[in-house]
């Protein structure tokens, strides 16, 4: 309940004081596409990858094709690492990105997609939640 922004403002609309992050932070972070923009923006780096609206299957393939395979296709929303599909050449890529829009609108109601080039061997800092 702690990531539910509107559990958040239930329990501010009762007059009680939730400890954690704002609302608003929650919706945002919630986002991939959205957190991704606001870390471009203050210059963080971040992989290669489209992170916009645009969410049909050809115009992906398109933004697949410039970053160049393999790829990762991510949900926006959720995690857990349901409506991820890794797509390691372009005769494959409709078929993983049917496989993880399906599978992202089971778990999440939604089926925007992200993607990003995939790295093998990854090593990185997840951020949960970053606040002043």
Not at 65 to 74: D, E, N, Q, T, Y
Not at 81 to 100: H, P, S, T, W, Y
């Amino acid at each position: 309940m702690s990531e539910n922004a509107d559990f958040v403002e239930l329990i501010q609309s009762k007059g009680l004081i939730f400890v954690g992050p704002p609302a608003d932070a929650i919706r945002k972070m919630g986002s991939k596409s959205e957190s991704k923009r606001i870390m471009e923006a203050a210059g963080v780096p971040i992989l290669q990858g489209y992170h916009g609206v645009k969410n049909d299957p050809e115009f992906l393939l398109e933004q697949s094709r410039k970053i160049g395979f393999p790829v990762m296709l991510k949900a926006s929303l959720g995690g857990g690492g349901k409506g991820m599909r890794i797509v390691r050449n372009e005769a494959e890529f409709m078929d993983q990105l049917d496989a993880a829009k399906r599978e992202a609108k089971k778990g999440f109601n939604d089926d925007h997609m992200i993607v990003e080039k995939y790295v093998v061997h990854p090593r990185h800092i997840e951020v949960q939640v970053f606040g002043d």
